[in-house]
């Protein structure tokens, strides 16, 4: 990464003020070994034919770890003269953004400093994916895990695989704003973005996260695509917990019924069911479920 200090200047006179300003940064660093993601590929072109918001793009390379790319881009917004942007973008080589992403910032409530769309992680001691947002208990209990297209959620925390902030954030609080706590063997027991949101909540910063604009998230695969295939196995697997128990009560309330429709030689539908989530089946087996766990490009 060069220490020159680049440009950074939004012609005022040729944007309307109404037109927000986005400076957006790429972070071609270690992930998928520093090839970007080809979806972020195209959302980048795809930018010339958006006119609803000014934008300007500049990459930030071989910085590893991510962290120090962060920071980079925030001592460039506290020395940064003249017009500023409105918010700026961090985007990881790894994410694939829908072609709507700017519209993360819509909107927004006026004292959000921060603002993400819903992107996953893999969670490797759960074993599922998560959503990047965290949020208090009360919260959590009130949603019931069904986020509103276009509303605005006070979180906790957040990744940072796309990231909107406000510039005023890095001159208000004080760097560095992202950097990684390893205890006293060198685990990591904290990332960057968890310290960067406690800490900008410390300085009285509110974080946000918008429903409705979900980015794929790429290592070995799409996490967005496992996190939709999970929630469909969940729903069949619930399915047939309520198929299993309605045959259960016909078995012992009903025993007429029960042998009038067949339930006991096999031939409800959900014994079909049953036997397609055989574990010992290949998931290949399953055309979606093998595109899922195929590597991609």
Same mark, same amino acid.
Not at 29 to 44: H, I, M, N, P, S
Not at 290 to 297: D, L, M, N, R
């Given at each position: 990464?060069?220490?020159?200090t680049?440009? =950074?200047e939004?012609?005022? @006179?040729?944007?309307?003020?109404?037109v927000p !300003?986005i400076? =957006?940064?790429?972070l071609t660093?270690?992930?998928?070994?520093? *090839?970007?993601?080809?979806?972020?590929?195209?959302?980048?072109i795809? #930018?010339?034919?958006?006119?609803?918001?000014?934008?300007?793009?500049?990459? =930030?390379h071989?910085?590893? /770890?991510?962290?120090?790319?962060r920071?980079?881009?925030? !001592?460039?917004?506290?020395?940064?003269k003249?017009?500023? /942007?409105? *918010?700026? &973008?961090m985007?990881d080589n790894d994410?694939? /953004?829908?072609?709507? #992403?700017?519209d993360? =910032?819509?909107?927004?409530?006026?004292?959000?400093?921060?603002?993400?769309p819903?992107f %996953?992680? *893999?969670?490797?001691?759960e074993?599922?994916?998560?959503? &990047?947002?965290?949020?208090?208990?009360?919260?959590?209990?009130?949603?019931?895990? &069904?986020?509103?297209?276009?509303?605005?959620?006070p979180?906790?925390?957040?990744?940072?695989?796309?990231?909107f902030?406000?510039?005023?954030?890095?001159?208000?609080?004080?760097?560095? *704003?992202?950097w990684?706590?390893?205890?006293?063997?060198? %685990?990591?027991t904290?990332?960057?973005?968890?310290?960067?949101?406690?800490?900008?909540?410390?300085?009285?910063?509110k974080?946000?996260?918008?429903?409705?604009?979900v980015?794929? %998230? %790429?290592h070995?695969?799409?996490l967005a695509?496992?996190?939709?295939i999970?929630q469909?196995v969940?729903?069949? @697997?619930?399915?047939?917990?309520?198929?299993?128990?309605e045959?259960?009560?016909?078995?012992?309330?009903?025993p007429?019924?029960?042998?009038?429709?067949?339930?006991?030689?096999g031939s409800?539908a959900?014994?079909?069911?049953? !036997?397609?989530?055989?574990?010992?089946?290949s998931p290949?087996?399953c055309?979606?479920l093998?595109?899922?766990?195929? /590597?991609?490009?």
């Open positions: 990464m060069s220490d020159s680049p440009i =950074i939004f012609d005022a @006179q040729h944007i309307p003020e109404a !300003r400076l =957006i940064f790429v660093t270690y992930e998928r070994t520093g *090839w970007v993601q080809k979806d972020l590929a195209q959302f980048l795809g #930018l010339r034919e958006n006119m609803a918001y000014a934008t300007q793009i500049m990459f =930030i071989n910085s590893i /770890p991510a962290a120090g790319a920071n980079y881009i925030g !001592r460039l917004m506290c020395s940064a003249g017009t500023l /942007p409105d *918010w700026v &973008c985007i994410m694939a /953004p829908p072609a709507n #992403l700017l993360t =910032i819509k909107a927004a409530p006026a004292d959000a400093a921060v603002a993400v819903a %996953h992680l *893999w969670d490797g001691d074993r599922r994916t998560k959503l &990047c947002w965290g949020m208090d208990d009360r919260q959590v209990a009130a949603i019931r895990g &069904c986020i509103d297209p276009g509303k605005f959620y979180l906790t925390k957040c990744g940072t695989g796309v990231i902030i406000r510039p005023k954030l890095f001159r208000k609080v004080p760097a560095p *704003w992202f990684y706590t390893y205890n006293e063997d060198m %685990h990591m904290s990332t960057e973005d968890i310290n960067f949101a406690l800490k900008a909540r410390e300085h009285g910063l974080l946000y996260g918008k429903g409705g604009i980015v794929g %998230h %790429h070995t695969v799409d695509l496992v996190d939709k999970q469909q969940r729903k069949a @697997q619930r399915e047939l917990d309520e198929a299993r128990a045959i259960a009560y016909l078995k012992k309330a009903a007429a019924e029960y042998l009038r429709q067949g339930l006991d030689n409800f959900g014994s079909d069911l049953a !036997r397609s989530q055989d574990p010992s089946e290949s087996s055309p979606v093998a595109a899922a766990v195929s /590597p991609t490009e």
